[in-house]
């Protein structure tokens, strides 16, 4: 009976390490991934919840680590072509519904900057209060990333990114308050890492 109980206990302790050692590539996978990003481009739906309801837009973001962004609306119809572009030195907002109206230097808007995944990379590395989770979504199983956003924001507080355990690729970016209600997601449906941008994505002046 001994020998028996040994062995079992031998077996599930083999078990345990190797369940331990795959959780510790997995994140050292994704670790190593963030940080090696210089580039993406993707395809959403962001979702920005407030207190007189929920609004969801068709997006496309396109982002360079260096600072560099832009996010262009593709659905409602009613703000289809809509952009905000930032070229490391100032912004610019286009309006398709209005007529095409550009924006030169509008303001900063740490809520928009928190909305892309460079944001989140930052956050995160340098967050002191940081936590893993893993969790289980219809994609998949993922691994849930939290870090704390800078600035004392009363609607971007905290922040968790969901990544797919199997393709690495984000899957959910959601935004909270210092309540802990969510305020934005980001739901992805398309995701390049390190691709390459067309010349002249970032330009303010078009």
Do not use: H
């Not at 395809?43 to 680590?65: D, S």
């Not at 900063?108 to 289980?136: H, T």
């Amino acid at each position: 009976m001994k020998k028996i109980i040994c062995t079992f206990l031998v077996l599930a302790c083999i078990v345990l390490t190797a369940c331990g050692r795959t959780e510790q590539s997995v994140m050292e996978k994704i670790q190593k991934r963030l940080n090696e990003m210089e580039t993406y481009r993707c395809t959403a739906t962001l979702t920005r919840i407030t207190n007189k309801g929920e609004n969801q837009y068709g997006i496309e973001q396109y982002y360079r680590k260096s600072g560099e962004y832009k996010l262009v609306i593709t659905s409602p119809d009613k703000l289809k072509g809509n952009y905000t572009v930032y070229d490391g030195e100032k912004i610019c907002q286009y309006s398709a519904s209005a007529g095409g109206k550009v924006i030169a230097d509008a303001p900063e808007s740490q809520a928009r900057n928190e909305l892309f995944l460079g944001s989140f990379i930052k956050n995160y590395f340098q967050s002191e209060e940081v936590s893993i989770d893993v969790s289980v979504m219809d994609e998949g199983r993922c691994t849930v990333l939290e870090a704390v956003i800078p600035g004392n924001n009363k609607y971007t507080s905290t922040e968790k990114l969901w990544i797919d355990n199997d393709t690495l690729d984000p899957v959910r970016l959601t935004i909270y308050d210092t309540e802990g209600k969510e305020r934005y997601i980001i739901d992805y449906n398309k995701f390049e890492y390190n691709c390459d941008i067309e010349e002249g994505t970032f330009d303010t002046d078009k």
